[in-house]
Structures are given as C-alpha cells and as structure tokens.
C-alpha cells in the first residue's frame, strides 16, 4: 500500500474524540483489505473431545449426544479467539512530543485503532494502562460498549510518573492467565536489562507478544541546535546539553539501546514494531497485520514440518 | 530646561546597568523539555560570550525608560523670561504696633529690635518700607524714600523710631493692612512683596474690616509677634450709668481678667483718696465684673485700679460735675416769684440745677443788661429791642394778650383774640416730632390728655404762608403752640399760660420735660457728655475758636469749625469764649484684651501668610526655590516624561515578550 495515500498522523490528530479517529484509521484499512488477515487464526481451530470425568457438563454437546449418543465436549467458541490485551505506556516521557501531538496521543489512537479493528473482527480486547506500576486494567472483552470503556480510559490524563517497564511487565503476567496477545505500546526509555527477563516469563506463559516501540522524530534524530539545559521529563533532572556536541554520542547510544531491543525481542520471539510519531497509522497497522500473516503462516509450514 | 532636583539626572547613570546586563557572558537560560535523558551526558555550561550587542531594540528602550525616569524625578520645567527677570528682590513693609498694649513692659523695645532686625537683614538692593499704625496708619519711611536714598535709610529709619513711643489709641489692625496694601508703589511691581507684621498681636484688635478685601495674592505677611513675660492683666473700663441725668449718679465701672489669669487681688481707689474708700476684692481669672466705684469723697477725677502687672489700662478718668449756667430771664415782676399764682413761681421751681445745667432765673420787668439766654414773657410788652435779641440768637417764649409784640416779631397780619367761651380745651394735634417737643417723641409720654387748658387767646394768622408753625392745636382748632425762626433766634408763642389761672400745664408731668426741651433747643443739651476714648474728637461748637489744654498741659489753639483728635488719657480741658468744659477721654476698653491671637487667625481673613520657612533671615535660596517650584508645578512637565516613560515600558515589554517567543525549539 503506498505510503502517500496514508492519513498524515498530525491530521488524525486534530480529531479531537479518539473513537472517530480510531474509526477513521479502521475503516480505512478496512476499505484496502479484500480479505481479512486474521480470518484463519484469529479462530482457532474447534474441536470435539470425548467427555472425561470432571468435566463440565454444561459444556456438552447435547445435539451430538443426541445423534451420536456419545458424550463430547464442544470448545467454546470465544475460547478459540484472540484474546488481545493493549498495554499502554502512561508515563511522563510519553508527553514529550515535538509535532503539535505527543507521544501519549499517538499510543492512544493506535490503541484505540487496534482495539477497534480487533473486536470489529469479532476478538476481545483489554486495555492496561502503567508507569511505574499498572495503573488500569480492563481484560479483554468483546461485548457492546466494552471498546467505549476502553476509549474512554485512553482518554483519562495520563498519571505524573516514571517508567518502571520491569515492574509493569511483572504484575502483568500475573493479572493475565489465559493465554493471548499482548500489545505492548511503549517509548521503551528505561534500562531494558529486566525487561528481557519479564518479556521471557511472558513468552513462556503462552502469551503472544507484540511490542509497538514508539519515538518522537527529534529523539530519533536529536534535532536540537542552541545549547540549553535539557530536563528530564520523568525525573525532572536537568542537563546541560550542547546539540553539536551530544548529537553523535546520543545516536550511538540510542541504536545501541536499539539493538538492544531488536535482539532481546528477537531472542524471545517478540514481535517488535518500531514506529515513529510521524508515521501513518494505517501503515503501522498494516505493518502490524502483514507481520501477523508471516507468523502465521510461519506457524503453519513449522508445524506442517 | 531647568530642573528643580538636578541631582535625580545622576539616576540617568543607571543605564549603565542594562548596557551591562546585555553584554553580560552568560551561561544560556534556556531550558528545554525532553522525554528522557537517558542517552545524554552532562556538559559543562559555557558561557555564551556576546561580544556585541544583541536585542538592541530592547537594550535602547531599557536605556530610555531609565533615562526618562530619572529626567521625570529631577522635576523639569521651562524658566519662562517673565519669571526668568523677577528680581530675587523684595520690596518690604515693616508695620510696627504702637497701640497703647504696647506700652507693656518692654514691648516697645522688643518692637524697635524686631524691626531693626528686619531693615538690617535686607538688602542694598530691596526696597524697604516703614509704618506704625495704632488706630491708622502713619507710613514713616515710604518706598519713594527708599528708592532715592537707599544708602543711608538704616541711619534714617533709626532716628526716626527712636522719636517714637506707643500712644494711647486702640489697635485697628484691619485699617492698618488694608492701608498699607496701596502703599506697594508701581516701582515695586516686579519685586517680591511682603509686609512685616511687628506687633503684640492682642486679641482686642479690629480685623474685620479685613472681610471687606481681596487680599492681593503676590503679598505674604509676616508675623512677629511680641509676647511679653506675663499676659496677665486686670483691665477697667467705663460702664453705663445707671442714671445719666443725676449729679450725684455712681459711677459704675467695667472690671475685667485675662484669662488663665494668675491675678485676683485688686484695689479700686480714686486718686489721693483715704484707703478706707477703697474696694479691695478678688476677681477670678476671665471674669468680667460691673463695679460700682467707691464714694469720690475728695472730688477725685481719676479711678485707680492696682494689683495688676500693666498698668497702662488702670486708670480711668471721670470728669468732675460742671453744669453750664443757663441765664434765664422773666419779663416780669420778682416779687410774684413767691406767688402761687404767677407763671414766674412754676418757672423758678421747674428749672432746677441739674449734672449738666444750672439754669439762674432772673425777673425783672427791664431787659437784663447782658442777654440772656432765654427769655420769658407772659402778656404784653413793650417789643424795643426784642426783635434784635432775637435775630442775634436770643430764645424767647411768651404768652401774647395781644397782637403787637408777635406783629413786631414777625412782620406778620394777625390777630390775638381772647376766646371767651366757658369750655376747658385740650390738646389736639401735638407735633412730637417737632425738634422743640423732642421730649415727648416717646410714645409712652404722648398722653396730653389730662392737661386742660381753662382759657386760651385764638391767634389768627392772617398772612399766607407765614413762617409761624403750629407746634400744637387746641380741640377747637386754634393753635396753641407756635413757633418762629427769627434770625439766628427762635420764637416760642403759647396761646395759653402755664399757671394755674390758665391751664394744668405748670402742674402737669409734661411742663418740666417741655421746658428743658427748649433748653436743649436754646443749645443747652443737659445730656451728659459721652465718655470719649482716645481717637475720638472733642465735641467741639464750630462757630467758636476753642483753646484745649491737654493732660500734659500744652495748649491747642483751635479756630472756629477745627476739630481736635485726642491722642492722650485724662482730662482735657476746652475753653471758647463762652464757658470752660473739662474732658475726660480713657483708654480704649479693647485696648484691654490683651491676650494674643494666633497668626493663623489673620489667614482666615484670606491673608496670605508667609511660611516658617520664609519668615527666616535666610530664605533667600528658599525663595527661589519656591518660585521654581511655583514654576514647576504649573507647568507639570514631569507628567508628559511619565506618560512617554510608560509608553516606552510597554513597548519594551511587547519586543521583550516577542524575542521570548524564539526560545530554542528542535528545528
């Protein structure tokens, strides 16, 4: 899909309610899909499976037993779909922005979007908000008005506080048991030597993991000219800071932390989407599907092997 | 331009400060918000050197604000030639007080020193002027003196004050200001213009003809008043009697204190008299007390008050009895001055001697060989030499029986008729208003209507327009009293005598008060002299030469129509050709009052008055100051350098706020 057809972000925006523009940014994926990349795995193959003892029997298949006369255990069918859990960064640093919009604002509407697209396909959707620690959680859901309540939380205010992606991660595999996937919408500016280890607890429980690296353009490029004391938004320390100077050492250290990243998620076979503010949602989103499909079908010529 | 603090320009050296404070090597202020300073180091901050001038817009308004600030403190204004040529000098009247208040202890020289003080703190080139004033004022040294020979005025003016001593008179401060205002000449126009008030500033003074002024604005008064160690005095003063009339009447006085007086033992005592007549009694302070004087038993004409500090108000002079002889003369036999019932026996007893006439009734059927002063005639006389008496001043009353006498008299046609008829008449129409009736011009003695008149002669006038005038009419219509001018002389006709066998009219209330009516028409008034102050003139007749002698002794010769203005306490004495008066003129009683007033009372009068500062021997700088103050604040020129000041301090925050707005943004 070219890129020139996409909704410039700055333009998104300026709508101002998040449900609009998360709808906007669907409908207009939607439009350019003929066929939905999801169909196909996002439900998972039902089955039947003969009643053993123990069972709940609310879970038999009573025409089957009737036809059959053997008793089977029918899954349910929203069993069988995602279970997708957006985990928003509400931290300080998620403010910063230097277009007209933030950082904050952009994980909003891409949540908000994913939320959107997902339970339009029919899967459950929740939301957890964290900064140092969670600060909402919604499980995942599909049912009318659960996207509003999920809007309406990207909406509150985010809360004055550091990233503590360690501690988040931590408390949030033990809020989600069952399995599904978990979209993970951060800036990632925190030391990630714990996070790998969380990110690998995560894998380990099953739970699909898809990371949504968002940057600023002026952090990705440092695109700062006059010399000024440059404050910290989390912690409020202040630096002196010469651009000319720091440029070349800050993008070192920032591909780096980069690097970092890419090889910790490749190591746990994290999905890892890096988007700057200044890109399209559209093509985030279609980045995003497009990896699913790969994966999937991945998935399937492993397990064919 | 000038400037009325010149050394608030040195504020204008602040600009120094924001020139400083632009080229200051400044580490930057900027600070930038950024998400996170996880991949930065610190540096060390250096120093952004400016060596030239940024924001120079901004640095050049700064610089002006400070600069307009400190032309706005150092109060400019523009020295207009008018006020540029006012001479520093001043034109200067000196009024000293010799009121008689002065003549407390050493006031006077305190006064001299003040003044003396003053002509010597002026100079060469002021013009000075010198009054005293009491009652008026009485200018001693004018400006016109002063302009033609300044240089000697000091020894001039000297020689002239120590001629003076305080006199006698009150204290009219009012007419004394509102004189010396004209006294400020044309050549004093340009001059700074003040008078020097040197006085005891005593509240008894006279200010209100000060209301009848507009103060002129460019004249400041200076006050310097005279206090003396103690303003404790005992005061006395005539008061009315309470019976004019009689001779030996009390003599009733007017004994005041000061307040917050420390004085309350007086003694009152005539001149020379034995102590046991004395009063001796206690007034507190601030009281007022009416007195009668003790018996005058050694004929004293003076009353002495002691016991008090100032005794320039402690005498007061009465005086003695001096009735004036009135020569009264009947046309008749003196033996019937016995007989009841002759008109000369009612005559003899109704004019007795009072305070002030002693008439000397004299009968006889000839003329007396000196005229006298009044005549009287009841029936017919030969008329030699009447009509002579009278043109040359004689007064005479008769009762006609017949037409001759008054015929002579008057050149005038009548007839004089006995009316026969058996019927009493009364009076109808009394003129009361006529000069001879005076004395029934109150209401109250108007009742005629219990004389009765038994016979009466009708005098018919047969002349028109004749110069006899109907003083009265009987209730038949008949004149009854009739008046002529004759001459210099006056003409009395009575249709009716006074004696019994005539009329009620001698033993009525009315006959005394009648008779002495016409004394007092003949020009022997038996009021009593009104008590004279100093200042006022002596009563004087102005058709005689006079010949006063003062209580110094020293003689006035006065020609007939001059008036005398006495300038001294005591008695006067006043001799013309026809008798000799003695005069007693006293102290003005507000002269009395001497507690002193406070300078600010003459400014509720609109007088300008001059400040303490002014008032001092070095006010010259002050002076100036003061004019340029005037100068200054008339012209208000520091609000237009506030106006600007705040006009450049808006749009120095306008480019400051716009150059705030280019703060360092990731480009």
């Known amino acids: 899909m070219p890129s020139a057809t996409f909704l410039d972000p700055a333009a998104l925006m300026r709508i101002k309610s ?3 523009r998360a709808k906007v940014v669907v409908e207009g994926l939607w439009k350019g899909m003929h066929r939905s990349p999801y169909h196909g795995f996002s439900v998972e193959f039902s089955e039947y499976r003969a009643y053993v003892q123990g069972d709940d029997p609310r879970y038999i298949d009573w025409k089957v037993l009737a036809r059959s006369d053997r008793t089977y255990i029918k899954k349910f069918e929203d069993e069988t779909n995602l279970r997708c859990q957006l985990v928003i960064d509400h931290s300080k640093s998620m403010k910063y922005g230097s277009q007209s919009y933030t950082k904050a604002d952009y994980a909003a509407t891409l949540a908000a979007t994913l939320a959107s697209f997902l339970m339009k396909q029919g899967d459950a959707a929740g939301l957890t908000t964290f900064a140092d620690g969670i600060e909402e959680h919604l499980p995942p859901r599909n049912r009318p008005g659960h996207l509003r309540r999920i809007i309406t939380e990207l909406e509150r205010p985010a809360k004055a506080a550091g990233t503590s992606l360690d501690l988040s991660v931590g408390q949030l595999a033990d809020l989600l048991r069952k399995r599904g996937m978990i979209c993970l919408i951060t800036d990632l500016l925190a030391p990630i030597e714990h996070l790998e280890k969380q990110l690998a607890l995560l894998g380990a429980m099953g739970h699909d993991l898809v990371i949504f690296h968002l940057m600023d353009r002026a952090e990705i490029d440092f695109t700062f000219e006059k010399s000024a004391h440059f404050r910290d938004a989390e912690t409020g320390a202040e630096r002196f800071i010469d651009p000319q100077i720091a440029r070349e050492t800050y993008l070192k250290r920032l591909q780096v932390h980069r690097d970092t990243i890419q090889a910790a998620t490749d190591r746990h076979n994290v999905e890892y989407h890096f988007c700057p503010t200044d890109q399209p949602l559209e093509e985030v989103l279609f980045d995003f599907l497009s990896a699913r499909q790969r994966k999937k079908a991945s998935k399937r010529i492993s397990q064919t092997v | 331009m000038n400037w009325l603090f010149p050394l608030y320009l040195a504020g204008a050296a602040a600009i120094i400060a924001p020139i400083l404070l632009h080229l200051r090597r400044r580490p930057p202020q900027d600070r930038v918000e950024f998400s996170s300073l996880l991949f930065l180091d610190a540096q060390t901050p250096v120093p952004v050197s400016k060596r030239r001038l940024e924001n120079w817009l901004l640095l050049l308004l700064r610089c002006l604000a400070l600069i307009l600030l400190a032309l706005m403190f150092s109060r400019p204004f523009i020295q207009s030639e008018s006020t540029a040529a006012a001479s520093p000098n001043s034109a200067t009247l000196i009024l000293l007080d010799r009121s008689a208040s002065m003549r407390r202890a050493d006031l006077w020289k305190q006064a001299i020193a003040e003044a003396e003080k003053q002509l010597k703190a002026a100079k060469l080139t002021d013009r000075i002027a010198l009054a005293v004033f009491d009652r008026e004022l009485t200018p001693l040294w004018s400006f016109e003196e002063d302009r033609n020979t300044p240089a000697n005025r000091l020894t001039a003016i000297q020689t002239r004050l120590a001629a003076l001593t305080p006199t006698w008179n009150a204290t009219q401060l009012d007419r004394a200001l509102i004189a010396a205002v004209p006294s400020f000449d044309s050549s004093t126009t340009t001059l700074k213009k003040r008078i020097h008030l040197v006085s005891d500033l005593q509240e008894g003074t006279k200010l209100d003809a000060l209301r009848t002024i507009a103060w002129p604005a460019e004249l400041t008064l200076s006050v310097h008043r005279l206090d003396p160690a103690t303003n404790d005095n005992l005061s006395i003063a005539l008061a009315a009697r309470e019976d004019d009339r009689s001779a030996d009447a009390l003599v009733r006085i007017r004994l005041s204190n000061t307040r917050d007086s420390t004085l309350r033992d007086f003694t009152l005592a005539w001149q020379n008299a034995p102590k046991s007549d004395a009063i001796t009694a ?18 004293a004409t003076t009353l002495t008050l002691t016991g008090d500090t100032h005794d320039f108000d402690n005498r007061i002079f009465i005086a003695p009895p001096q009735p004036s002889t009135v020569r009264i003369h009947f046309l008749g036999k003196n033996a019937t001055r016995d007989e009841a019932s002759s008109p000369l026996y009612y005559l003899a007893r109704a004019l ?21 002063d009044i005549l009287f005639i009841v029936g017919s006389a030969p008329p030699d030499g009447l009509r002579d008496y009278i043109e040359r001043g004689g007064f005479l009353v008769t009762v006609p029986s017949d037409a001759t006498l008054l015929k002579t008299l008057t050149g005038l046609d009548l007839a004089v008729t006995a009316d026969l008829s058996d019927e009493y008449r009364m009076l109808a129409e009394v003129k009361t208003e006529h000069p001879l009736l005076k004395p029934f011009a109150d209401p109250k003695l108007r009742d005629f209507t219990k004389l009765r008149f038994w016979k009466h002669r009708h005098i018919e006038i047969k002349t028109a327009n004749p110069s006899l005038e109907t003083l009265a009419t009987f209730d038949n219509g008949h004149p009854a009293i009739l008046s002529a001018r004759i001459g210099k002389g006056m003409l009395i006709v009575l249709a009716s005598g006074w004696h019994p066998a005539d009329s009620q009219l001698a033993l009525s209330t009315k006959f005394v008060p009648l008779l002495y009516g016409w004394l007092a028409a003949a020009g022997f008034s038996h009021d009593p002299a009104a008590t004279l102050l100093v200042g006022d003139s002596l009563p004087l007749d102005a058709s005689q030469a006079h010949t006063i002698t003062d209580p110094e002794n020293k003689t006035h010769s006065l020609k007939p129509g001059e008036t005398f203005t006495t300038i001294q306490i005591g008695l006067h004495k006043v001799q013309s050709a026809a008798h000799t008066q003695k005069v007693a003129v006293n102290l003005p009683p507000d002269e009395g009052r001497v507690l002193p007033l406070e300078p600010t009372k003459l400014a509720e009068y609109g007088i300008k008055l001059a400040t303490a500062s002014e008032t001092s021997a070095a006010s010259e700088t002050t002076d100036q100051r003061l004019t340029a103050t005037d ?4 012209q208000n020129l520091w609000w237009w350098f506030l106006v600007t000041l705040l006009a450049v301090l808006l749009l120095e925050t306008a480019v400051a706020g716009r150059s705030r707005h280019s703060a360092p943004a990731p480009a």
Do not use: H, M, Y
């Open chain 1, 18 to 20: 998040l449900e609009l």
């Open chain 2, 352 to 372: 007795q001697p009072t305070a002030t006439l002693a008439p000397v009734l004299t009968a006889d059927e000839k003329l007396p060989a000196q005229p006298a």
């Open chain 2, 631 to 634: 100068t200054e604040q008339r």
């Open chain 2, 282 to 299: 206690q007034i507190p302070p601030g009281a007022s007390r009416i007195l009668t004087a003790p018996p005058n038993s050694t004929n």
